[in-house]
């Protein structure tokens, strides 16, 4: 599943920029510095808009189109900023054959978010993740870190209703 990039305005500080230009002048020279030039980066925004990318290109004289890729291909980078509620659906094994993909698809549906992105008001993001170490409750979801195991597409709406 490709990540996308949504429609929620990028707000960088001043502090944020000089911190990622330190970052990137900390590893210049280093092999293999993207990884951890991305992993900072994402430390310092929350997650890697495509602003931090352009800057990251032009400073590091790498190809933008290899930094998304990069940050695309990897799951622990994030291309958009979680929301309020940050909502995640395990689409691992388990999960999955137990129901999991509908149940992602009856989230995106009432709250009208794609997987992948967040709502334009910053509300809910919405992640397919994959094992996250609580097979014997599957089908799992967690929002902002509560677990709700044993889920079925009939309970979307009731959980929903406490994050409105």
Do not use: H
Not at 142 to 157: C, F, P
């Amino acid at each position: 599943m490709k990540k996308k990039l949504t429609t929620v305005e990028f707000r960088g500080t001043p502090e944020q920029e000089a911190k990622l230009l330190a970052v990137i002048a900390k590893y210049e020279g280093v092999d293999g510095k993207m990884m951890p030039v991305l992993q900072e980066a994402q430390d310092i925004y929350g997650y890697l808009p495509i602003e931090v990318q352009k800057i990251i290109a032009e400073k590091t004289g790498t190809p933008l189109e290899e930094i998304y890729g990069i940050a695309t291909f990897y799951s622990q980078f994030k291309l958009n900023p979680n929301g309020v509620y940050s909502i995640a659906v395990c689409l691992g094994t388990a999960c999955y054959v137990k129901g999991s993909q509908a149940i992602i698809e009856e989230i995106s549906r009432q709250l009208g978010v794609e997987v992948g992105s967040t709502s334009p008001d910053g509300k809910y993001s919405l992640e397919a993740t994959r094992c996250i170490g609580a097979c014997g409750l599957a089908p799992v979801m967690t929002i902002n870190g509560d677990v709700y195991g044993r889920m079925t597409k009939d309970q979307v709406a009731g959980i929903l209703a406490k994050y409105r």
